[in-house]
């Protein structure tokens, strides 16, 4: 609840926000969106491009919409404040266009015009539903044992250059509500829709795109995301055929997926064994990067041999949950 925008005073329609998640630069940047009624949202000049929000009513008739907005950067927020021709109307179902910079949403808070929270979407329910996903390390709230709940991210882009299959969606806002902590749902897929072209969709019946990601971009080619979250998995993420991103290990694992073969290695951090890998991270030398070699311990000849797989020059350590 507390990723809800502050009760703003008088607020003339739906309120719709944004959150980003990891990445870097302008256009890799993992988004995790918060969709809130903002009017006039300043522009923010870096990051993933939202180029449209709408708002429908209960009878799926418009509303209103919301105009473009730019992530400034990794972990950033974007608020929308629908501009309703009835303010009294709330937004039963949202619509979110994405441009040509692709972005990764974890999750989608809602609230009406009388600043009611009214529903929530997380990117959990898009990697159940076929879409391309990666891990995320923003926390949205805690499951009911009290782990950290951090929901997977869901990718839309209108450019499609890597071929994920969406760049835009639309959810029933009532439909998920506040408690939600996971995509286990048997019906999550019949309240949200997912379209290939950046444009408004009109219809509120369920929809599923399973077209299957192919080359990286070119700085998922060269970053390593390391992760001490109990809760995420790089065999999960390999063993997917619609996960994309950079390479991802994980340390409670013990395992390394090199996302371009989607190839799983155990690490020898957890168990010593042939063909495990090795992970070492050199410091940053004053940069904002840590490159990274990944070497694998192979027997040959009864001596062992570490031959390299892979170099990265910059390398993200995700949180710790212990």
């Not at 990723?3 to 940047?29: C, E, L, M, R, Y």
């Amino acid at each position: 609840m507390d990723h809800f925008v502050q009760s703003q005073k008088d607020p003339q329609g739906t309120v719709v926000a944004i959150k980003a998640g990891d990445g870097a630069g302008a256009s890799n940047t993992l988004v995790s969106i918060r969709i809130v009624g903002l009017r006039n949202a300043n522009t923010i000049k870096q990051g993933g491009k939202i180029s449209q929000v709408y708002a429908y009513n209960a009878q799926n008739v418009k509303i209103g919409s919301a105009g473009k907005q730019t992530m400034a950067g990794n972990g950033d927020y974007l608020s929308f404040t629908v501009d309703q021709n009835v303010p009294g109307s709330q937004g039963q179902y949202i619509g979110i266009q994405n441009s040509k910079d692709a972005t990764c949403v974890a999750w989608i808070t809602v609230q009406s015009h009388d600043n009611t929270p009214n529903g929530v979407w997380t990117g959990d329910i898009g990697r159940m539903c076929g879409q391309t996903w990666f891990e995320n390390q923003e926390q949205a709230g805690y499951l009911q044992d009290g782990t950290p709940y951090r929901p997977s991210c869901t990718w839309l882009d209108a450019g499609h250059d890597s071929d994920i299959p969406s760049a835009s969606m639309k959810f029933a806002a009532y439909a998920y509500g506040g408690e939600l902590s996971h995509a286990t749902l048997e019906d999550a897929c019949a309240y949200t829709i997912f379209a290939h072209d950046e444009g408004e969709i009109t219809s509120k019946s369920s929809g599923r795109s399973n077209l299957l990601p192919r080359a990286r971009l070119p700085w998922m080619e060269t970053k390593l995301v390391i992760s001490n979250i109990a809760t995420h998995s790089a065999t999960n993420l390999c063993n997917s055929a619609t996960s994309w991103g950079p390479d991802f290990a994980t340390l409670n694992e013990g395992k390394l997926c090199d996302m371009s073969t989607k190839t799983l290695y155990t690490l020898c951090s957890k168990e010593n064994v042939d063909g495990c890998v090795d992970i070492s991270t050199a410091s940053g030398n004053g940069t904002a990067t840590q490159p990274s070699v990944a070497m694998r311990k192979v027997s040959v000849a009864k001596r062992t041999v570490n031959s390299s797989i892979r170099s990265y020059e910059d390398t993200a350590i995700w949180g710790d949950d212990n």
